[in-house]
């Protein structure tokens, strides 16, 4: 360590089971990061303060408004503004020295190798279930511990996955939900809230989890799930036992390599190809005028920006079925495409064979059609 390094981590190398061996470990590791939002940022600044040598940024976003009750990375004036990029800009100047990789894009079964590889370990600040698949089943393949993180309303968890402790690799997100839930019983924090706090909480504590593992320090939340209400401030630890049926680290593994993660988490049994339409496609039936636009977000989602469409928020979709047309083109749509598939699995339990979704939602419609339009 140089003498100016010496005196930025002395706080941390002054403890006995830590010291300089231990900040010699962090500067010389590199980690991926998923997502730079609400638990993505307090995982990037307090990895970047601790002395981490080299940090991906994983995110396509942009900063908007919303976010800045619980992304206290951001500011009003960076509206509109690459979460990647910005993260990279104001990290920097936290610690110069911490080289940063900015990759500016969704994490996906194409690229997710290819991104994961370079790195020892992996933080995953992602908040949706196809992200949390993919990211753990690329991890295991590539043999990186993951560190897992999530958050709703109060409550957040925290564990570590296929962490090599005792000779073994530890359990994996699979063990701990072998299958994801159906996807209208799993509501995003933009749909269910969340408390500012919690993201700052969770987000330490996965950045804990973190050093320990590179540092190969303390006992890590390997084979546990830690969970944390912030309503009652209680907190439990379950036990995560690796599973034989496991398919991914199982006795006879069923998945070798990445698969359809969408499809996967929605219960797709239709062509995907077949159950969407791109934003291209949508642009041409709204010149042609042979489309239903249902949008299924929230009331201020739609006066902040919109494409015109009948607003039928996801919670009431059900009650007001009899309004959208059972016949004819009709394209339901939200912010990113996740709402608005949860909306036509509930309206197909209504007899609705004439629903399909728009790719990528307003966000796609933003990057592909509309850059001036609103960002939220």
């Not at 307090?42 to 992304?71: C, H, K, M, W």
């Not at 800009?89 to 690229?111: C, G, M, R, W, Y």
């Not at 680290?249 to 698969?259: A, N, Q, R, V």
Request: charged share 20%; net charge negative.
């Amino acid at each position: 360590m140089t003498k100016e390094d010496q005196l930025r981590y002395s706080r941390q190398t002054i403890i006995p089971e830590f010291g300089e061996a231990g900040q010699e470990k962090l500067l010389a590791s590199s980690v991926l990061v998923i997502g730079a939002g609400g638990l993505g940022a307090p995982i990037l600044q307090y990895l970047t303060a601790a002395g981490i040598g080299r940090i991906g940024i994983v995110d396509f976003d942009e900063v908007s408004i919303s976010n800045l009750q619980r992304q206290v990375l951001f500011n009003t004036h960076e509206l509109g503004k690459s979460k990647a990029r910005t993260s990279k800009q104001k990290l920097s100047a936290l610690n110069p020295a911490t080289e940063f990789d900015v990759h500016e894009l969704a994490i996906n079964a194409t690229n997710a190798m290819e991104l994961i590889e370079p790195y020892d370990l992996v933080v995953d600040g992602s908040d949706n279930l196809a992200t949390r698949y993919l990211v753990n089943d690329a991890c295991f393949l590539l043999k990186k511990p993951l560190i897992y993180g999530a958050i709703f309303r109060f409550e957040g968890q925290v564990s570590v996955f296929n962490a090599f402790e005792n000779g073994k690799r530890g359990p994996n997100y699979r063990d701990l939900f072998p299958t994801p839930p159906p996807p209208e019983m799993v509501p995003s924090c933009s749909e269910g809230g969340v408390i500012g706090v919690l993201p700052g909480i969770i987000g330490a504590m996965m950045a804990s989890e973190a050093i320990k593992v590179l540092c190969q320090m303390g006992t890590t939340l390997s084979g546990k799930l830690f969970i944390f209400d912030a309503l009652d401030f209680s907190t439990h630890t379950l036990n995560v036992q690796a599973s034989a049926d496991n398919p991914l680290s199982g006795k006879h593994p069923s998945i070798t390599e990445l698969i359809d993660y969408e499809a996967f988490c929605m219960g797709q049994v239709e062509d995907k190809a077949q159950a969407e339409v791109t934003v291209h496609q949508l642009q041409h039936m709204l010149e042609e005028g042979s489309v239903t636009l249902i949008d299924v977000r929230e009331d201020y989602e739609y006066e902040i920006a919109n494409l015109g469409g009948e607003l039928v928020p996801l919670n009431k979709v059900l009650s007001r079925s009899k309004e959208i047309p059972a016949d004819g083109n009709v394209v339901v749509m939200c912010k990113m495409g996740g709402r608005s598939q949860k909306a036509i699995d509930l309206l197909k339990s209504k007899g609705f064979k004439n629903l399909k979704n728009l790719k990528g939602g307003i966000m796609a419609w933003k990057a592909e059609i509309d850059p001036e339009l609103q960002s939220y």
